[in-house]
Each structure stands twice: as structure tokens, then as C-alpha cells.
């Protein structure tokens, strides 16, 4: 398993949602060429149809998610999938051989499983869930909380019901 395509999928969706940049400072994307974020070294260069992606991830997507909407890329180091689902954004990522790296699924509060919710809320019920990053990798699934109040962003990361800050900063009343 290439180590750096791993690396660069989980800093991605670390980022992926990334709370503090409004979305008048974003910039857009052509719909052709996405590009991850600074210091993944990664570009998605061009849409891709089925029959440019190995047929191994291509079984694998078929037969564990059952959607025709979907868009695919290429990577420097393999595919990823991107689709819809009940408002979940889902992005499948494969190695260049087929193999599923990771599933990063992005999502409002109103999709957070219940123990997690739980595991959140009695210490930080002061502050607004406004976007989840939920990522599948190595059999692993670690949680990535945007929360935010009046004074405060913060990022929670829960992995194995161990929940950590990752990261907070001041909110300049940007919202």
C-alpha cells in the first residue's frame, strides 16, 4: 500500500472542509482540474469515465455503493469517486491496482451517529455541529467535528471513542 497516496488522502479530508475560509474567499475550481490543498502534492487533473479506471475498483465500487451518479478522477496515485447520498458527500478513493484506500464521507450534524453525538455534545453542548468528516481507512474509522459558538471554532478528532481538540481559533464574527 503506497503510504504517501494514504497520507495524502487523510491530510485531504482533514482539509476537506475546512471551517474558517468563507466561501467568498474560496477559490473555484474549474470543473475539470480540482486541486487538494497545500502540501498534499496531489491535483485531480481530469474527470475520468469508467472505462479509464481499473476494473478492480470499479467491481468494488459497483457492488458496495449502489449509486450512477457518480464522478470519477484521476489521481497521481490511483482514482477517487465522488457521489451524493442523502445529502452525505461521499469521495471513494482507490490505489492505481483497484484496491479501496479510504472513504471519506462529509456530512451535516443531522447524519452523526448517535454515540457520537453523545460522546460530543455533554462537553461541548455550548457549541453548533456545522460539518462532519467521517473517514474509513485500514479498517479504522476516525471522526472529524467542526463545532463552533460565538467565541470559538473548534475541530474534534474521535478515534475509538477517544475524542481530542485538534484544533481551535477564535471566530471573527465571519459566518
Not at 503506497?2 to 485531504?12: D, G, I, K
Not at 473555484?28 to 486541486?35: N, V
Not at 452525505?88 to 482507490?94: E, L, P, S, T, W
Not at 462537553?123 to 474509522?141: F, G, M, P, Q, R
Request: hydrophobic share 40%; net charge positive.
Amino acid at each position: 500500500m503506497n503510504t504517501s497516496f494514504v497520507s495524502a488522502c487523510l491530510v485531504w479530508s482533514i482539509m476537506a472542509i475546512a471551517p474558517l475560509i468563507s466561501s467568498a474567499q474560496e477559490a473555484h475550481p474549474k470543473k475539470d482540474q480540482l486541486t487538494l490543498p497545500p502540501g498534499t502534492n496531489e491535483t485531480i487533473t481530469n474527470a475520468a469515465t469508467r472505462k479509464e479506471i481499473n476494473i478492480k475498483a470499479v467491481r468494488d465500487f459497483v457492488k458496495n455503493f449502489p449509486v450512477s451518479n457518480e464522478s470519477w478522477y484521476k489521481l497521481k496515485d490511483g482514482f477517487m469517486a465522488r457521489f451524493m447520498l442523502y445529502d452525505i458527500q461521499y469521495k471513494v478513493y482507490y490505489n492505481t491496482a483497484g484496491v479501496r484506500i479510504c472513504v471519506l464521507q462529509l456530512y451535516k450534524e443531522s447524519h452523526l451517529s448517535l454515540d457520537i453525538l453523545q460522546l460530543v455534545k455533554p462537553t461541548y453542548w455550548d457549541y453548533t455541529i456545522y460539518n462532519v468528516a467521517e473517514v474509513n481507512y485500514l479498517s479504522k474509522t476516525v471522526y472529524f467535528i467542526y463545532l463552533k459558538n460565538k467565541a470559538m471554532y473548534k475541530t474534534l478528532r474521535i478515534v475509538n471513542g477517544e475524542m481530542e481538540v485538534v484544533n481551535e481559533f477564535l471566530n471573527a464574527g465571519v459566518d
